[in-house]
């Protein structure tokens, strides 16, 4: 099955700064999604994004489908942005409305 | 804006107790699934359910659960006799027909003491 990486594991910030979240993946994708898991546990939805940038305030999103790979970029974090951020894409080709997620990546982001 | 709504958020039961999480998707949504993490673990796929009947399971989706949509609504997931290792946050999410975003909830964390 498809293969998910997500760099780095863990990110500290400061309240303020810039970072760029990544996600590799090792076969095409149809679909790629990112999500926010806040430190109660609930796993809000981001961004539907198998190609292309989107924007949604601070935070924005690019998938170069062709490399393999995604970005997040949260600009001037804040400390409600801690939690984990997961990417997740299809297992296989043919089976785009099941997801495979990475193991995320644990954003603290201090005052 | 629509979205995907689980009920309880958090459920106690104890050990070898039924549980029935239960999840009501997106309206004109016609493709479902449950998802399992497991404390500070990644989120798992378990079972996806289109057409009133199981499209894709794993092989964490054994005899001990089920998945039923009882009626236009609801979507839900039985677990019959459940074990400590059942312990996990479970995730309901939806899909519409023609596209292949998932909506997810926001999850109901289950204890089994």
């Known amino acids: 099955g498809i293969q998910v990486e997500q760099s780095p594991p863990d990110l500290i910030l400061q309240e303020g700064a810039n970072s760029t979240l990544r996600c590799n993946f090792s076969?095409?994708?149809?679909?790629l999604q990112w999500f926010h898991q806040n430190p109660w546990g609930q796993l809000i939805n981001l961004f539907y994004?198998?190609?292309g940038t989107k924007q949604n305030g601070r935070l924005s999103a690019t998938t170069v489908a062709t490399e393999r790979y995604s970005l997040l970029y949260i600009s001037s974090s804040q400390t409600t942005d801690s939690g984990v951020y997961f990417c997740?894409?299809?297992?296989?080709?043919?089976?785009?409305?099941?997801?495979?997620f990475g193991s995320g990546t644990q954003l603290t982001v201090l005052p | 804006e629509p979205e995907v709504t689980q009920t309880p958020s958090h459920q106690v039961t104890q050990m070898g107790q039924e549980v029935i999480l239960r999840c009501v998707p997106i309206?004109?949504?016609?493709?479902f699934y449950w998802y399992r993490q497991i404390l500070g673990q990644k989120v798992e796929f378990l079972v996806s359910?289109?057409?009133?009947?199981?499209?894709?399971k794993s092989e964490i989706f054994d005899d001990q659960f089920s998945v039923e949509r009882p009626d236009g609504s609801n979507f839900t997931l039985k677990i019959r006799s459940t074990k400590l290792e059942d312990s996990a946050m479970y995730f309901c999410?939806?899909?519409?027909?023609?596209?292949?975003?998932?909506?997810f909830g926001q999850g109901t964390r289950l204890t089994v003491v």
């Open positions: 999410a939806s899909g519409g027909q023609g596209e292949t975003e998932a909506f």
């Open positions: 076969d095409s994708v149809n679909n």
């Open positions: 994004i198998p190609s």
């Open positions: 997740a894409v299809p297992p296989s080709p043919g089976s785009a409305r099941q997801l495979t």
């Open positions: 309206s004109n949504h016609l493709y």
């Open positions: 359910f289109y057409n009133n009947e199981i499209s894709e």
